[in-house]
Every structure is written in C-alpha cells, then in structure tokens.
C-alpha cells in the first residue's frame, strides 16, 4: 500500500471527495491511477483502496465501472475490482472482498465490538425459557437437541453452551467483512453483519448482528423486505420475500419467505417455510410449511409437512405458555389440524382433526391419529401401507438441496431403522396388553387419552409385524450377500457375528441423525470430563456415529433377529436362515403391493371430479389421463413395481446360494 499523490489528491478534490486526513487514505494501484474512478465520496478514518479494474455488469445489459461514487466511507478496506456507489448514509468499520458490489445502500456499519450473531440464546420449545440453544457458524442440528433437550443433565448443559459461547467470542470483532464476488443492492439498514463470499443481497429492509454464512460451492440469497436480528443463515440458504425474523438459525439449503415470520427458533437442513408463523419451534431437517394459516409454535418436527390451517396451542392460560410437544421425524398434519400441547406423536404418523387430550403414542409409530366427536381416534401403523408415507421417503434424498461439501446436519433418512423398528416392538406388546386387560371382544380400547377400535389394534399388530419382519430380512440378506455357495451352517454364523459391540440396546433420533443411545451417552460424558473440548470435536463424534450407522445397525438387527423370531444367530441353521428370507419375501411384496393398489385409489372415478368440464363421463376420463396420465405408467407405480421385482430378486438369489428355490408370493 502506498499513500496518495499531492496530485492524486487534488484529483479527488476536483472529484468532490473529501477528507481530513489524506494521509490516512491508502491505496495499492502502483503506478496506475484510479482516481477517474473515485467521484463525490467522503473518507474519514483508516481507508484501504484496491485497484478498480473492470467494471460490473447489471441486468438489462448494464455495464458500469468499478470504483467509488457518491459514498461515504469510514475506516473501510476495499479489495480489488469493487464498485461502491450511492451509500444513502455511510460504510463503516469494514473490509470488503475483491470484486464486490455495494449499491444503494442506507447503511453498512458495526456500531462496535459483536459476534455477529454468534453466541444468540434462542428460547426453543418453551417462550419462557429453560430450554435456550447458543448459535453458532457451526451448529447443527444435533449438538442443538442436546442443548435443548438435555436440560436434566445441568453441568452437559453448561458445558457445551460455554464451548458455544468460546467460540463466539473467536468471532467477536470491532470490524465487518463483507466476502469476495458478493452484491449488495437497494438495501435499507445494515448493522452488525458478516457476509460470506458470494452472496446476494438484494432488497433487504433492516439486517441486524448476524452471519451470512455464504461460499462459492453454496450461495446465500436474502431478498426484497426481509428484517432480520440475531441471526445466522448457513451455506445454500434463501431468506427472501419479506420474511421477519427475530433471533433465528436458519440451516444449510433452507427457504424462508413469502411473508413468513419465526421467532427464537431453529431451522435445520432443507426446511421451507412461506406464508405462515413460527414461534419457538426446533424445526429438524426437513420441516415444510407452506400455508398462511399454518401457526407453529413451541414443538419439535423433522421430516415434518404442516397442512394448511395446522396450528398447536401451548397456552392453557394458567402458568402461561410454558408447554411444548414433540412430533416425531416424518409426521404429517392435515388441514386444520390442532393439537394442544403437551404432546407427543410417534414417526411417521397423520394428525387430522383437533386433539385436546395430551396423547402420546410415541412407541406407536405410523398411526393415524383421527379425531371423532372430539375424541381421538388412534389407527397404529397403517401409515406404513400409505402410498405418501413411501413416497415422503423417496424424495427426501433426492430434495436435499446442500451443495456446500462441507455438511453440518448428518441426515439418515431410514424409514425402518432400529429407531422405529423398536418402537414397532414396544408397540405391538402395548397392543396385545391392551387386548389381554381388556378382553379380546371389546369394541374400542383405552390407550394414553386415545381410543383405539378393536380392528384397527388388530390390523396394528399385523402391520407391525410386516415392517419389522422386512427390516430385519433385508439386514440378514444384506449381511450375507457375500455368503458363498453352500455354505455350511458354521459359515452362516461366522457371516453373522458382529463387527463391534457397539449398537445393543435403545436408539434415538437426535435432530435427524439416527444413532445408538450407547454413543450419544459417551460423547454427552466426554463433553462434561471435558475430553472433548470444542463444537468442531462435538461434530466430528457425530459425524462418525453417521458414519459407522450400518454396521452399528446390524448389531441391533442381530439382537432383534432373536427376540422377535426366537432364533439364536450364534447358532442359527441353514434351514432358519431360509424360513426368514421367505418371510420377508412376503412382508415386502405384500407391503408393497397394499402400496400399489393405495397408489390405485388416486386414479379412480371419484379422483376424477372437477376433470372434463362441461362434458360426458368419458370426457372426464379423457381430461383426467391427459392432465395426470395412466395409472399403469406413473412414475411411482412403476418404481413399486420394479421393487416387487428387484426384491423378489434379491431374496431369490440368497435362496439359490442356500440351496432353496422359491417362487415369488402371489
């Protein structure tokens, strides 16, 4: 850096710049000059001026060169290639990157020493506090559920809220940076605010102590009217369209706007949100709700779709709104759905109607809950024969939308896993114990402030055996596939011993990332006797548990092997072997096919209605497969159909190498 010349200065003069102090304007231009580029701009304090090479393009096929125009600049670093033009007020206290744009901008400034947005306690789950997670850069949606959820371990909770905290403060700073290639236009007041590379801000009413945590592998966007205070969006997020709000952490690929408002709460990996309110929520990965109606507030989702008008209640108007509710990953509410708090919903499950009663079914995973004469009404895992429950776990993958290759959130996307298949074990011995103390001809049964009919506990207790008749068939053939050609029985049990002992006993959901509760016990351990020492360690543990998922799931799948079919691996025979995989055969080519013909019902007559206006029945018709095509050549019904096969298949050639042939199930 060099100072200016006595004629570059009278240069800028002549431009309309001033300063007090030109020896406190810097600048790295060597013997080029840019001072053509520098018109009606105050300097005051420390400046830094890179080249001004170039130009930046705008849409319409607008071209204008870089520099600096009618600005005010305070104690600013600018790097090279950058066009500054029209601050409505000033640029205070910050370095910006390299070919960047700031351009009708009312303010830029940190007012002093921040962490920008570092360090923000979010009051989740309970407005009243009690349960408040630290953001940071780095969070993700696991250390965040132990945050908030594990609050009956008092010194964990200190612990990693204070490694929050310590970080916090490596990112507490009286200067702001603004990223290379970013672009910043006809945007209002800006307080307080890291930028990361490559972002765009365009339109933005008021942004205050926060992180834009932008990249070039993932762009950060935020849009027309958004507000925003003590916040921070990750890599690949979209908050745009007059969204507002208030201490939030918004995850990787996140989209909020559309008028959406959320307060103290968290947003994890790919959720959306538009139109609609949040309020305390810890949204896990994949929470969707798209609906002007739709209110939630103090709960706890992940793979979750909130229907229309869906709305919770966490004020019974006593101690006031201190109660919360957790529905389990890949709950759907219906339109117009209510629940009162405090509740709880197993995975994977239907809330349609309005429930006042604080049910819990969270060891009856894939339930309808229905309400009837403002009564709940429990159906236990018919969800799992549903053609949208099969279909959510198909584009769940295929939807994650983080291009970042650095992923915070560690997502198992399972929909049998040891987490619902034990569920779907505790549930079938609730259901036969209901039955046994109630009598096996009772029309309806009593179960935690629901009411479950005699046929649909019947019809649970089949349904549950076919989900965990197919998990445990499809990790046995798994584990076997390289079994060679009549083996011996002392071969199959060898194929069958257990990689690690890790695995045995519960699992647990922690924030979309399925693991035995084992694992979680020793980090939450080693986090308090302080064997590890920072959230980049936390995740690093987490990301290893992510990663060593299958084989700790076959030591689950090996204990369940005996418990639910009676058989012992340690000495299974060729024959046992044989009578499982035929089993499975049949649970998942009778599952898919009840799949199948629930796929058929939207192609019925009845779906028809509103099709062939103005005309005959076979107009109908003719519109209808115009508009939604063939049943026979949906996209989905053809993906079961290869299933059936591909599975068929896969059982088939186990069967051949044990020495067994077997038809597919009719």
Known sequence: MRNLTDFEITTLVANGCLCEDWSQVLVSWGDRSYTDRIVNVTFSGQIRLGSFEGCHSFPGGISLRNGVRNAFLHNVTLGDRVLVRKTGEYIANYEIGDDTLIDNVDVLAVEGETCFGNGVEVSVLNEAGGREVVIS???????A??????????KLHGKISALAKEYAETRRSRIGRIGRNVRICNCGVMTDLYVGDFAEINGAMRLHDGSINSNEFAHVRVGSGVRAEHFIFCSGSQVESNALLTRCFVGQACKLGHGYSASDSLFFSNCQGENGEACSIFAGPFTVTHHKSTLLIAGMFSFMNAGSGSNQSNHMYK??????GVLERGTRTASDSYILWPARVGPFSLVMGRHVTHSDTTNLPFSYLIEKNNTTFLAPGVNLRSVGT???????????????????DYINYNLLSPFTIQKMLKGISTLKNLRHASGELSDVYSFHSTKITNSALVKGIEYYHIGIRKFLGNSLIKRLEMLPKGATDEQIQEFLKPDTEIGHGTWVDVGGLIAPRSEVARLLNDIEAETVTSIGEINARFRAMHANYYTYEWTWAYDAIREFFGIDPAVITRSQVIDIVCQWKEAVVGLDKMVYEDARKEFSLSAMTGFGADGERKDKEHDFHHVRGD???NPFVRETLAHIERKSRLGDELLERLGECSAVPE
């Open 137 to 143: 850069d780095n969070l993700n949606a696991h250390t």
């Open 631 to 633: 049943f026979d050549s």
């Open 390 to 408: 099969i279909r959510d776990a198909q584009k769940w993958p295929q939807r994650d939308a983080r291009s970042d290759p650095e992923h915070l």
């Open 145 to 154: 559920y132990i945050m908030a959820m594990y609050r009956h371990r008092s």
């Open 319 to 324: 101690l006031g709104p201190i109660h919360q």
